[in-house]
């Protein structure tokens, strides 16, 4: 129903042949209800709230943050042959609008020969604040499911989709992965790891290159290249998560990291 609900919201707003405006507010929306989608939200209610967020939509002044990708980013820039010069490379990047109100850039960090990489979605706050990975709740969250398969911290690389914080911690658009990818893929390219553990949908979709959901990825290794790619929910989609479906999706992450503890045994 949200997508039904979305091709709705394109209709409506072809009127206003502002292409632009258009690309602008429509990235507001996707980015909403995916977050919505991630939550487990199926249904959107027509009502006030939806109104004022649409008002708002049109009202608010930040940067297109990526429906579609406008811009084609290949591998034709020089490739650093190490993994700091390529963080140099990233802390001069202005390849989309995220540099404008980064305060860091995220490389990541760890061994550069990590047999497993962690690879989430985007930087939040306190990962701007400290230009570390995983530093907030989830971060703890995380440091914890490791330690509960018998895996360290330190022993593995941890980095993200994107490397600059989107505004308000909203999920990234299609824009600002693409320009991203270069960098992420290096990234992999230099450290070779054979194992990767794909933390949320957005890490998933995106180092697969599928649209299939989270759910249906989770459970099993995927195959990319020379690695295998291990999809699972994100440690902040837990902590987000109430009740008796929080307990549900702790069993299910629990069962994950089981997988992944026999897996990495075999690189170690």
């Known amino acids: ?22 690309v602008r507010i429509m990235n507001n929306i996707y980015s909403w209800l995916h977050y919505q989608r991630r939550l487990g939200v199926e249904i959107i209610p027509k009502g006030p709230g939806l109104s004022a967020f649409l008002d708002r939509c049109v009202k608010d002044e930040t940067p297109v943050n990526g429906l579609t990708a406008t811009h084609e980013y290949g591998d034709k820039i020089h490739a650093p042959t190490d993994l700091d010069g390529l963080r140099r490379m990233i802390e001069g990047c202005k390849r989309c609008e995220l540099h404008k109100s980064r305060q860091n850039i995220v490389f990541g960090e760890g061994p550069e020969d990590a047999r497993l990489v962690l690879l989430g979605e985007a930087p939040g706050r306190e990962e701007d604040m400290q230009g570390r990975p995983f530093v907030g709740p989830s971060g703890e969250l995380l440091t914890d499911m490791l ?13 993200s989709v994107i490397k600059c914080r989107p505004p308000h911690n909203r999920t990234p658009g299609h824009e600002e992965i693409a320009a991203c990818s270069f960098f992420l893929r290096h990234q992999l390219r230099l450290i070779d790891p054979p194992l990767i553990l794909a933390l949320g949908l957005v890490a998933a979709q995106t180092i697969l290159k599928t649209k299939a959901s989270l759910k249906s990825l989770r459970g099993r290794f995927h195959q990319m290249g020379n690695a295998m790619v291990m999809p699972i929910y994100h440690p902040a989609y837990l902590l987000r998560s109430k009740g008796s479906q929080q307990k549900e999706l702790k069993r299910v992450a629990w069962h994950d ?10 690189y170690r």
Do not use: C, G, H, P
Not at 10 to 22: P, R, S
Not at 257 to 266: N, P, T, V
């Open 1 to 22: 129903l949200i997508d039904y609900w979305y091709i709705n919201v394109v209709y409506k707003f072809q009127w206003l042949n502002m292409t632009k405006e258009i």
């Open 147 to 159: 330690r509960s398969v018998n895996i360290s911290r330190k022993e593995v690389f941890i980095t």
């Open 257 to 266: 990291l089981q997988i992944l503890e026999k897996e990495y045994a075999k």
